[in-house]
């Protein structure tokens, strides 16, 4: 007498989605906390007051972009200057959208506007991983919302941190919190490095951010981006030349 085999696993609810997004994203926020409190902590040094902090936080929501923004306004940059700056640093997450697009183009609309809003660096590491997983679950944006919002919600939490503490511990900005966020993309990145061509990709993309990282507007990040880019294909060519001579000998 043989058992009958064990059920088909369920399918995740939305709501199942969304909680696991909010718990893979946690490391995240750890990492990203530290940002957030410096921000707010420096927003009265360079004239933006902690209302307009706080507004920065939440119709910019890029913390790169809003700590370039702030130096800016502190020498007396125009609104241009602010702009184009900030736009140039965030070029990177053209990449981020090129990478998620086959998974959301069939979103609506009202799905795919606020999820590209709330694209960061930490939550394209999450959720590419999630619709990377070959496991046909139809509620995937579910999981993106999730780690879109906890990332949202804790940025904006650390900024009014920051900026009520400003003002009684103004050498916060100088105890290297900055490091977390240094140690969470490390950690978040060397586990992805298991063949070949993603790590000489990862390896020529920090060297050359080293090398450049003296560029103004963080052009040092844009080109290492582009240079992890154009090795991974390049190697990915070169592997797929010789399959194809095989294929076309056999």
């Given at each position: ?46 004239g933006l007051s902690g209302a307009g902090a706080m507004a920065m936080s939440a119709f910019v929501f890029a913390g ?157 990040l844009l080109l290492a981006a582009l240079s992890g880019v154009a090795v991974g294909v390049w190697l990915d060519e ?13």
């Open positions: 007498m043989t058992s009958d085999p064990p059920p088909p696993p369920s399918p995740a609810t939305p709501a199942r989605e969304w909680l696991h997004g909010v718990r893979d994203t946690v490391p995240m926020l750890v990492g990203a906390a530290p940002f957030g409190l410096i921000f707010g902590t420096l927003a009265a040094g360079s790169s972009a809003q700590f370039i923004a702030l130096t800016l306004l502190a020498s007396g940059a125009g609104l241009l200057v602010i702009v184009f700056t900030t736009f140039v640093v965030n070029l990177r997450h053209l990449l981020y959208a090129a990478t998620l697009l086959p998974h959301v183009a069939r979103l609506p609309r009202r799905w795919r506007l606020p999820l590209a809003f709330w694209l960061t660096d930490e939550t394209f590491a999450v959720v590419q991983h999630r619709y990377a997983t070959p496991d046909g679950a139809p509620h995937k944006h579910w999981y993106y919302l999730g780690s879109c919002l906890s990332m949202y919600l804790n940025w904006l939490a650390w900024t009014a941190a920051g900026v009520l503490l400003g003002r009684g511990v103004p050498e916060l900005s100088h105890l290297g919190l900055e490091f977390a966020m240094a140690a969470t993309f490390t950690a978040m990145v060397v586990p992805m490095l298991r063949n070949r061509p993603t790590a000489v990709s990862a390896f020529a993309a920090a060297a050359v951010a080293l090398a450049e990282r003296g560029l103004p507007y963080k052009l040092a070169r592997g797929a030349a010789p399959a194809d001579e095989r294929s076309a000998g056999a």
